[in-house]
């Protein structure tokens, strides 16, 4: 299709010949006229089609590939730890992404906050580098990563992207295994002072902890809770 642009396959039990044919609609390819992409697919939902870890690692490379924007494969196995799914990923352009509920544990999300350090503003990214192809870390605006399973452990790579990463607006940490012990340290990471970046104090960030073993408020800072 020349206009395909969303595509909801949610809820179906898509299989090993299902997987295959998905791929093939992502990679799509050129209109032979136009030179653009066909199908022109910026947004696509696989939530709850049964994928494991083989099967999302398969469809990120083909996603990786393509011009996706929105993508949410939530309620699948991509499971932890998944290297080659991060790897795939990190070369996606996707602007949001949603993986809940994927079984990815600490690991893999570790795995994810490194892919996205140096995020910069796109507008910084155009300036200096406009003859380079955008990277995940410059394009991710929103990342939903609740009922994953992460602990404590991973707040310390969070901070580090967040203090690096002035894309970022979004990030649903919900449902997950954050405690009080390290509210502390998260709240002092994120902190804007006089000595941040002015891309820092001009970036919004809303953080989601809602449904973790932290209280959900305990960053009273507007838009950190």
């Given at each position: ?28 390819g050129r209109n032979k006229f136009s030179g653009k992409r066909t199908p022109p697919l910026r947004h696509l939902d696989v939530t709850k089609c049964e994928l494991g870890p083989r099967d999302c690692c398969y469809l990120m490379?083909?996603?990786?590939t393509s011009d996706i924007q929105e993508l949410d494969m939530s309620y699948n196995e991509i499971g932890s730890p998944n290297e080659a799914f991060v790897d795939a990923f990190r070369r996606s352009r996707v602007v949001t ?129």
């Amino acid at each position: 299709s020349n206009f395909l642009s969303f595509l909801d396959l949610s809820n179906n039990r898509i299989g090993a010949e299902g997987i295959e044919a998905l791929v093939t609609i992502v990679k799509g390819g050129r209109n032979k006229f136009s030179g653009k992409r066909t199908p022109p697919l910026r947004h696509l939902d696989v939530t709850k089609c049964e994928l494991g870890p083989r099967d999302c690692c398969y469809l990120m490379e083909a996603v990786a590939t393509s011009d996706i924007q929105e993508l949410d494969m939530s309620y699948n196995e991509i499971g932890s730890p998944n290297e080659a799914f991060v790897d795939a990923f990190r070369r996606s352009r996707v602007v949001t992404a949603h993986f809940n509920y994927c079984n990815m544990h600490t690991s893999t999300s570790v795995m994810i906050f490194k892919a996205l350090h140096d995020g910069r503003l796109l507008a910084e990214v155009e300036r200096r580098n406009a003859t380079e192809p955008l990277e995940l870390k410059d394009t991710l605006r929103s990342l939903c990563i609740a009922g994953n399973t992460i602990s404590d452990s991973a707040v310390e790579h969070f901070v580090a992207m967040v203090n690096t990463n002035t894309c970022l607006e979004h990030v649903d940490l919900g449902f997950n295994n954050l405690t009080n012990h390290a509210m502390e340290y998260f709240k002092l990471g994120i902190k804007v002072t006089s000595t941040s970046s002015d891309a820092q104090k001009v970036t919004e960030l809303n953080i989601n902890l809602v449904g973790n073993k932290c209280d959900p408020y305990a960053m009273d800072t507007p838009g950190l809770s």
